[in-house]
């Protein structure tokens, strides 16, 4: 019986910098619809939640606007740039990152949660 190899396109990977999160290419197309995200720290699963936010609902005055953070996308890749968030997320989980440098992390999309999830239990290199 033949198996055949398939590419799991929902896995990617966060770079996380001094002043903001970078998201590599394979996640970039839950990112289409994006206007604002949101973060959100699961401090017992150790990861990151980023919940895309279309113009929409992000104009609607349902959410607070100071939850929404602004996301650029190009081609390649796509930037969450809030030194805020980074000191937060520092703090959570215990990271110290200098300038010019960063520490990369697995993600992927969640189909389920409609999120994506940056597992923070380990650096990858």
């Given amino acids: 019986m033949l198996e055949f190899f398939e590419y799991d396109d929902s896995n990617g990977y966060a770079s996380v910098y001094d002043s ?20 959100a720290v699961d401090k017992v699963k150790d990861n990151i939640h980023i919940y895309v936010i279309n113009k929409d609902y992000a104009l ?8 929404l953070l602004p996301v650029s996308i190009s081609k390649s890749y796509a930037r969450i740039c809030s030194r805020p968030l980074i000191e ?3 703090n959570v989980f ?13 993600a992927c999309y969640d189909d389920v ?3 994506i999830l940056i597992d923070m239990k380990g650096e990858v290199s």
């Fill in 88 to 90: 937060y997320i520092s």
């Fill in 94 to 106: 215990g990271l110290t990152i200098a300038k010019k440098e960063f520490k990369r992390f697995k």
């Fill in 60 to 67: 609607s005055g349902e959410l607070k606007e100071s939850s």
């Fill in 20 to 39: 903001h999160i970078t998201l590599n290419k394979t996640l970039l197309k839950y990112l289409k619809d994006a206007y604002r995200v949101r973060v």
């Fill in 113 to 115: 949660k409609q999120v």
